[in-house]
């Protein structure tokens, strides 16, 4: 390691993985006050008070009182009085809903959900309707989720919508009306359904083939009900931006790319008009379309050189929150005065970050083994050369999701402590247009995995790798490929780290989440069916190549992780403890799919970092 490296000062797991001191700022409808989460005793909770007042200060109180695994999704209700937050059990993704009245001053939430192994989800909510959400629930059966509307004062639940059995998401418009479903077909496609209104019958106004399925599906309907604003990759390769009149069932392009697709919509809260669209390359790009917030737009992008996005506005439209994403500090939350065209910071998520030298993240992109061009991001220990250091490979996982620019603990992690962090959107996964999606179809363990090692390749070659001290290190679909760069490639990796990873894709798919139901298409299509091509996807199973381990393995699991049943962990830790491997294997028994707990992160990440620098020779915090 080099004398650059190890005069930057260690940065504490605790910064990087504990809680954030403040995150998700959210104003309420009136603008007159503001929610934030923050912990309480270890544990993240809402806090609530005046605009105005020093986010952080006296005036700021909790409202709400968890004291397990901590409120990391909540919103105000449209009335003003109520926030509402989800929360699961041990992991287990059967998210209950909860409100409470901030106030009341009282701490007691109501569970408005409360029915055991049901998944909530919030649909919609609007000012014309200020005591009402609707929620989609699985109460009827666990495979299918209907629509039902949720009075909050007395926590009445009225079914509107029932799932007839193939819809995976429905769209209601802005009169709280469900009059779009998208259904799922058993190729992998999807439809979209409309109907005038909830007493009328469906209607199939759009059908997007298994090749455009992952890219395309419906934005919301316009304010007036008579479009609807669409992510479409049909005639493209790339998902654009589509506004469809119903009546017509015209289309018309708003924007989009040939190559990346749309990754992002603002849409306005009232009149549900776009206002702006999001295209991620390198880094996140917008296009204004609404002359309105053009000069807003100037503005903000004045206020802070990192990334944007409006993530708060009240109801009159003259505050915004916007958070300001950098790739070496923590997320800043500004409140943006429209009127001034003025930003105040609110505060940073994670402050203490300011003590420490982070590192710069770089786009970089190779052309992999069958021509394809792969997009990536390369960040190096701060001060080190660019010539021979230990790597980390660090496989994002979905796979149908991608690395990006900004932030990243794990990258600031692996840079800190002496390590280049690799990250890869290798084929099949999202953001790259659908040709780029589709060429990882049936190629877990096959070309996907072929990126990576062209990826390890690309960086030794470049200088900037030491070929005899590279790890893969990743999260599901990421611990998959961890386990599969053990028993594919056992020569390229001197270590590998799986955290909730398959082990034995014919298991994973068999025993996906009852709600799943809908989509497992989408696994038979892009993975394999387990019915039909068993012996197929036993051969890009980890699990009967564990013969051919011969790396250290460190191994993480929830108990409860609903998608990665914790058998895949077990019966690989089984393979290689009868072979006398070299793992470790940690369980959390209060976990599901990835760690919510910060005691359960800081004891992962410490065994990771001790794992790491026992193989890779990189820096370990006491």
């Given at each position: 390691m080099s004398?650059?490296?190890?005069?930057?000062?260690?940065?504490?797991?605790?910064v990087?993985?504990g809680?954030?001191?403040?995150?998700?700022?959210?104003?309420?409808?009136?603008?007159?006050?503001?929610?934030?989460?923050?912990?309480?005793?270890?544990?993240?909770?809402?806090?609530?008070?005046p605009?105005?007042?020093?986010?952080g200060?006296?005036?700021?109180r909790?409202?709400?009182?968890?004291r397990?695994?901590?409120?990391?999704t909540?919103f105000?209700?449209?009335?003003g009085?109520?926030?509402?937050?989800?929360?699961?059990?041990?992991?287990?993704?059967?998210w209950?809903?909860y409100?409470?009245?901030?106030?009341?001053?009282?701490l007691?939430?109501?569970n408005?959900?409360?029915?055991?192994?049901?998944?909530?989800?919030?649909?919609?909510?609007?000012r014309?309707?200020?005591?009402?959400?609707?929620?989609?629930?699985?109460?009827?059966?666990?495979?299918l989720?209907?629509?039902?509307?949720?009075?909050l004062?007395?926590?009445?639940?009225?079914?509107?919508?029932?799932n007839?059995?193939?819809?995976?998401?429905w769209?209601?418009?802005?009169?709280?009306?469900?009059?779009g479903?998208v259904?799922?077909y058993p190729?992998?496609?999807?439809?979209?359904?409309?109907?005038?209104?909830?007493?009328?019958?469906?209607r199939?106004?759009?059908?997007?083939g298994?090749e455009d399925g992952?890219?395309?599906g419906?934005v919301?309907?316009?304010?007036?009900?008579?479009?609807m604003f669409?992510?479409?990759?049909?005639?493209?390769?790339?998902?654009?931006l589509?506004?469809?009149?119903?009546?017509?069932?015209?289309?018309?392009?708003?924007?989009?790319?040939?190559q990346?697709?749309?990754?992002d919509?603002?849409?306005h809260?009232?009149?549900r008009?776009?206002?702006?669209?999001?295209?991620?390359?390198?880094r996140?790009?917008?296009?204004?379309?609404?002359?309105?917030?053009?000069?807003d737009?100037?503005?903000i992008?004045?206020?802070?050189p990192?990334?944007?996005?409006?993530?708060?506005r009240d109801r009159?439209?003259?505050?915004w929150?916007?958070?300001f994403?950098?790739d070496?500090?923590?997320t800043s939350?500004?409140?943006?005065n429209r009127?001034?065209?003025?930003?105040?910071?609110?505060?940073?998520?994670?402050p203490?970050?300011?003590?420490?030298?982070?590192?710069?993240?770089e786009?970089?992109?190779?052309?992999?083994?069958?021509?394809?061009?792969i997009?990536?991001?390369l960040?190096?220990p701060?001060?080190?050369?660019?010539?021979?250091?230990p790597?980390?490979?660090?496989?994002?996982?979905?796979?149908?999701?991608?690395?990006?620019?900004?932030y990243n603990?794990e990258?600031?992690?692996?840079?800190?402590r002496?390590?280049v962090c690799?990250?890869?959107?290798?084929?099949?996964?999202?953001?790259?247009g659908?040709?780029?999606?589709?060429?990882?179809?049936?190629?877990w363990?096959g070309?996907?995995?072929?990126?990576?090692?062209?990826?390890?390749?690309?960086?030794?070659k470049?200088?900037?790798?030491?070929?005899?001290?590279?790890?893969?290190?990743?999260g599901s679909?990421?611990?998959?490929?961890?386990?599969?760069?053990?028993?594919?490639?056992?020569?390229l990796?001197?270590?590998?780290?799986?955290?909730v990873?398959?082990s034995?894709?014919v298991?994973?798919?068999?025993?996906?989440?009852?709600?799943?139901?809908?989509?497992?298409?989408i696994?038979?299509?892009?993975?394999?069916?387990?019915?039909?091509e068993e012996?197929?996807?036993?051969?890009?199973?980890?699990?009967?190549?564990?013969?051919?381990?011969?790396?250290?393995?460190?191994i993480?699991?929830?108990a409860?992780?609903?998608?990665?049943?914790?058998?895949?962990?077990?019966?690989?830790?089984a393979?290689?403890?009868e072979?006398g491997?070299?793992y470790?294997?940690?369980?959390?028994?209060?976990?599901?799919?990835?760690f919510?707990?910060p005691?359960?992160r800081?004891?992962?990440?410490?065994?990771?970092?001790r794992?790491l620098?026992?193989?890779?020779?990189?820096?370990?915090?006491?």
């Open positions: 004398d650059a490296t190890t005069a930057v000062p260690l940065i504490p797991r605790q990087l993985f809680n954030p001191e403040m995150t998700s700022p959210r104003l309420s409808p009136d603008g007159s006050l503001l929610a934030y989460i923050a912990p309480v005793e270890g544990v993240l909770n809402v806090w609530v008070g605009v105005g007042s020093p986010a200060g006296n005036d700021f909790p409202v709400t009182d968890d397990n695994r901590g409120i990391r909540y105000w209700a449209e009335d009085e109520h926030l509402v937050y989800l929360q699961d059990e041990g992991g287990d993704e059967n209950r809903l409100a409470v009245k901030p106030a009341s001053g009282a007691d939430a109501r408005l959900t409360p029915f055991e192994n049901v998944q909530a989800r919030p649909l919609e909510k609007n014309r309707f200020p005591g009402q959400i609707l929620i989609e629930l699985n109460r009827r059966t666990p495979e989720h209907d629509v039902y509307r949720l009075d004062p007395t926590g009445e639940l009225e079914l509107v919508a029932e007839p059995g193939n819809v995976a998401g769209v209601a418009d802005l009169d709280m009306a469900v009059r479903a259904t799922a190729d992998g496609g999807f439809g979209l359904l409309f109907r005038e209104d909830e007493g009328s019958g469906w199939e106004i759009v059908t997007w298994p992952l890219s395309s419906p919301g309907f316009s304010g007036d009900g008579k479009r669409l992510r479409d990759s049909r005639d493209a390769n790339a998902a654009r589509v506004e469809l009149d119903l009546s017509a069932n015209e289309a018309r392009v708003l924007a989009g790319d040939p990346y697709d749309v990754s919509v603002l849409v809260p009232d009149t008009e776009v206002q702006a669209v999001a295209i991620e390359r390198a996140t790009e917008w296009t204004v379309l609404d002359e309105d917030i053009r000069e737009f100037e503005a992008a004045r206020i802070h990192g990334e944007p996005s409006i993530i708060s009159a439209d003259k505050t929150l916007v958070a994403t950098a070496d500090g923590p939350y500004y409140s943006y009127s001034g065209r003025e930003g105040e910071l609110l505060f940073y998520d994670r203490k970050l300011a003590n420490y030298t982070l590192a710069k993240m786009p970089v992109s190779f052309t992999s083994r069958d021509g394809l061009e997009h990536g991001y960040t190096l701060p001060g080190a050369s660019r010539e021979n250091l790597t980390v490979l660090n496989v994002h996982g979905g796979p149908w999701a991608r690395d990006v620019w900004g603990p990258a600031q992690w692996f840079a800190n002496g390590y690799l990250q890869v959107n290798y084929r099949g996964s999202t953001g790259y659908k040709e780029f999606l589709n060429a990882g179809n049936k190629e363990g070309r996907m995995h072929d990126d990576l090692v062209d990826a390890v390749e690309w960086a030794v470049e200088g900037v790798a030491d070929p005899d001290k590279v790890a893969i290190f990743g679909y990421g611990g998959y490929a961890a386990l599969v760069g053990a028993t594919f490639t056992p020569d990796f001197k270590c590998a780290v799986d955290i990873g398959p034995n894709l298991t994973l798919i068999r025993n996906i989440p009852p709600y799943w139901k809908p989509l497992v298409a696994f038979n299509e892009r993975v394999g069916n387990p019915e039909t012996d197929f996807l036993k051969s890009r199973s980890p699990l009967f190549k564990a013969e051919r381990i011969k790396i250290p393995m460190l993480a699991q929830g409860n992780d609903p998608r990665v049943k914790k058998a895949e962990s077990e019966q690989i830790v393979a290689m403890k072979r491997i070299d470790e294997y940690i369980l959390f028994e209060d976990e599901g799919h990835g919510a707990k005691e359960n800081l004891k992962f990440y410490a065994a990771a970092e794992f620098a026992r193989h890779l020779g990189g820096r370990a915090e006491e």
